[in-house]
Nanobody, 130 residues
Framework: EVQLVESGGDLVQAGGSLRLSCAVS????????IGWFRQAPGKEREGVSC????????LYADSVKGRFTISSDNAKNTLYLEMNSLQPEDTGLYFC???????????????????????RGQGTQVTVSS
């Protein structure tokens, strides 16, 4: 059974940094798509950043480009999101989600900007104060 468990969310002042982690277990294939998504009160859920497990290609939402970095440590089966220069509009519940399997030839954008996932975690709260 695939499980995704997030951690690292916190209350931080604007301009601060956080690193989120997503522990992944139960995956038995090499090709899948995984990423970070967020849900803010009163706003639609949105894709923040995604990565292809096999080729390592990445995508970022325009609002986080240059500030957030997605990475994965396959040895530790963990996905990370390094967030810098946080702003109040970054506040929300951040969760990781995955489509397993996801062939490397499929456009990563279809997963990252889509609205459904095969698996998702419970999320970790990020609150940025002004």
């Amino acid at each position: 059974e695939v499980q995704l468990v997030e951690s690292g969310g916190d209350l931080v002042q604007a301009g601060g940094s956080l690193r989120l982690s997503c522990a992944v277990s139960g995956v038995t294939v090499d090709d899948y798509a995984i990423g970070w998504f967020r849900q803010a009160p009163g706003k639609e859920r949105e894709g923040v950043s995604c990565i292809s497990s096999s080729v390592g290609s990445t995508l970022y939402a325009d609002s986080v480009k240059g500030r957030f970095t997605i990475s994965s440590d396959n040895a530790k089966n963990t996905l990370y999101l390094e967030m810098n220069s946080l702003q109040p509009e970054d506040t929300g519940l951040y969760f990781c989600a995955a489509d397993i399997p996801y062939h490397s030839s499929w456009p990563l954008s279809s997963f990252c900007w889509g609205t459904s996932y095969d698996y998702r975690g419970q999320g970790t709260q990020v609150t940025v104060s002004s």
